[in-house]
Structures are given as structure tokens and as C-alpha cells.
């Protein structure tokens, strides 16, 4: 919920001297996540290596004047930059460099995330909310949740709004209608591109030879296709549907969103993964959309979906507790 008028918020970021953070930090700024009526307090988390980088970041935000921004902190110490946060962006995270197993990609990332998991369950509000986008962003935010036990595993989400987003624009492409017009679409599972952009509920009579043999694989292999012609992978789509994430589970929404949210055990999905489902946010939470009637190709995209964030569980059971 929004703050008392004049009362900052503090909304932490890492990886700030980032692509992502770059257009992130300026949307949080302007007031985009919490509202125009609340001030905001920023901390830039990053490696020793890139603290000098998120400084010069600091000193551009300073120089946008933006008349809710009340103080900006840069550090490399979890501890600090988590210290009564109400909102975290976990963007920070190690790339897959060249000739890197998965294995060790997922290693990589589970060392920086059961630390930054623990710094906040130390440090921020009860009440924090935590979106990772860094990548694998579903099995990321696991080991974050998981290595947070005073906090309920419902604060962690992992940023699947891109994939949703992604689905929206290629419909409104399709039928030239304006997304906002499509309020029953959602994005089933990873953050990967065995995830299951679903149309099946959407209001719109759908040729089913481009939904399946052209839009989900378009949606799944988008990231890939933007790094190809753009030269740089997605940045400024990713910040804003980081924005419309955290937006949407502050504020509430009427129509389906996609977020990656922990799992009660919903359509088959183990209880503990952090997965795509279509949901609604209500008084601050999200909620999974109950009731939904499955057609066989529906279960099987979930349960690759599962399959694959099992195989992801497995290989960093042995980080957790
Ligand atoms: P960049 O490489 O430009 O920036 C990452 C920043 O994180 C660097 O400045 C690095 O120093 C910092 N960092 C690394 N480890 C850190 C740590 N332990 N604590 C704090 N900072 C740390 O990447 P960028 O383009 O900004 O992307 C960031 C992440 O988002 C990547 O993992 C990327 O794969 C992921 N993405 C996720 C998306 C999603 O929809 N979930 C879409 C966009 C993006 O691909």
C-alpha cells in the first residue's frame, strides 16, 4: 500500500550499474512503482568491481531532479542496501559466459542469491516485497525465498511480466486491437524458452496454426531475437515490466497478469516453485487464478514447465537448508 504522503519508501536494486538498472532506476524515480504522491529512497546494490559505475548511475539520478527522490545509497554490502527496504529488484546476476554448463550457471547464481536471500530476511521490512529478474530468475528467486525463513515464501516473485507483455504486443499485432483490450492472457512456468504463453481464455477468436507454430515460439525465442537485431539483449523492456510487476502487486489488479509466484500446489505444480500462472493481485498478495479447466496440450506445456524447474530445484538443492 502507499505510504503516508510525505513518509519515503525505500526501494532497493542490484546489479545498478546494469543495462536493466538503467532504465529501472529512472521509472522508480518518476514514481511509477509506488505513485506520484510517494517519496522514494533508492539503494544501488553492486560487486565491489562496479560500485565506482552505480556512483556515476547515483549522480545522473540526482541530476533528473525528480522531486520524489529523497536520497540514493550505492554499496557493495547486502546488509546496507536491504535495511528496512519495502521493495527489492534482485536484477544483479552472473552471466553464462562462454562454454558455461547450466550446472554452473545455476551454481554461480545460488551463491549470489542464498546471500542476498539471508540479507533480507536480516534486514528489510516484514513486509518486503522482492522481485528477481536476474537470470534464472524462477530458480533465483527460490533459493532467495528459501534462504529467507522469517519471511513468507509469497514475498519472493520472479519477473515472468516480460514473457506476458511479449504475448500481449504479438496479439495486438495480430488483430491490430490494443492490448489493454486482451485481459485473460497469461505466460505458464520458467522464465526459459520452455515457457507456455496461453491464449486459450483470450477474448478474441484465435487462428490456432499462428498460436502454435508461430506466437509461442515467437514469445519463448524473443529475448534471443531482440540480443540478434538489436545487439544487446532486452533492457528497457525488462525495467518496464519490472515496474508493472511491482506496480500491479502493490496497487491490485482487475484483469489477469502473469507473475511467477511460489506454488501451493496449483494445476499440478509442486508446492515451492516459483512459476508463471495467471494471476490477480488483491489487497497486496497475489492470487493464483483458481478453477481453470486444462486441455491435454495445456498440461503438457505445464508439465515441461515443472519438469524443467525441478531439474533447476535439483541442481541447487544442496545451497539450501
Ligand atoms: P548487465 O550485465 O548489464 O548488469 C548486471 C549487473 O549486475 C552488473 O553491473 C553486475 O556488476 C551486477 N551484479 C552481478 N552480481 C551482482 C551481485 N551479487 N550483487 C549486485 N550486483 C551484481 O545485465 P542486465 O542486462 O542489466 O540484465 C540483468 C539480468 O536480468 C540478467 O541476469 C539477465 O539475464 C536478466 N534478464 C531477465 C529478464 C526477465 O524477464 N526475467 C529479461 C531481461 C534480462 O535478460
Do not use: C
Not at 129 to 144: D, E, M
Not at 163 to 185: G, I, W, Y
Request: no cysteine; aromatic share 6%.
Amino acid at each position: 500500500m502507499t505510504q503516508a504522503a510525505n513518509q519515503p519508501v525505500k526501494i532497493t536494486v542490484t546489479g545498478a550499474a546494469g543495462n536493466i538498472a538503467y532504465s529501472l532506476l529512472w521509472r522508480i524515480a518518476a514514481g511509477d512503482v509506488y505513485g506520484k504522491d510517494t517519496p522514494v529512497e533508492l539503494a544501488l546494490l553492486e560487486i565491489p568491481q562496479a560500485v565506482g559505475a552505480a556512483e556515476g548511475v547515483a549522480m545522473e539520478l540526482a541530476d533528473s531532479a525528480f522531486p520524489l527522490l529523497r536520497g540514493i545509497t550505492v554499496t557493495d554490502d547486502p546488509d546496507v542496501a536491504f535495511k528496512d527496504t519495502k521493495a527489492a529488484f534482485l536484477v544483479g546476476a552472473r552471466p553464462r559466459s562462454k562454454g558455461m554448463e547450466r550446472a554452473d550457471l545455476l551454481e554461480a547464481n545460488g551463491a549470489i542469491f542464498t546471500v542476498q536471500g539471508k540479507a533480507i530476511n536480516d534486514n528489510a521490512a516484514r513486509d518486503v516485497r522482492v522481485l528477481v529478474v536476474g537470470n534464472p530468475a524462477n530458480t533465483n528467486a527460490f533459493i532467495a525465498a528459501n534462504s529467507a525463513p522469517d519471511l513468507d515464501p509469497s514475498q519472493f516473485n520472479a519477473l515472468m511480466r516480460l514473457d506476458h507483455n511479449r504475448t500481449l504486443s504479438q496479439l495486438s499485432l495480430k488483430t491490430s486491437r490494443p492490448t489493454a483490450e486482451f485481459t485473460k492472457v497469461a505466460v505458464w512456468g520458467n522464465h526459459s524458452a520452455t515457457q507456455f504463453p496461453d491464449l486459450t481464455y483470450v477474448n478474441e477468436e484465435v487462428d490456432q496454426d499462428w498460436y502454435t507454430g508461430e506466437m509461442i515460439p515467437k514469445v519463448a525465442n524473443r529475448g534471443a531475437e531482440i540480443i540478434e537485431v538489436r545487439g544487446h539483449s532486452s533492457a528497457a523492456s525488462a525495467a518496464s515490466a519490472a515496474v508493472d510487476h511491482m506496480h500491479d502487486w502493490i496497487h491490485g489488479t482487475e484483469d489477469w497478469r502473469t507473475a511467477a509466484v511460489v506454488s501451493d500446489d496449483s494445476y499440478g505444480v509442486d508446492e515451492g516453485l516459483i512459476f508463471g500462472f495467471p494471476t490477480v493481485a488483491k489487497n497486496g498478495t497475489w492470487e493464483i487464478v483458481q478453477g481453470l479447466e486444462l486441455s491435454d496440450f495445456q498440461k503438457e506445456r505445464i508439465q515441461a514447465n515443472v519438469e524443467e524447474l525441478r531439474s533447476e530445484r535439483e541442481a541447487v538443492q544442496h545451497l539450501l537448508k
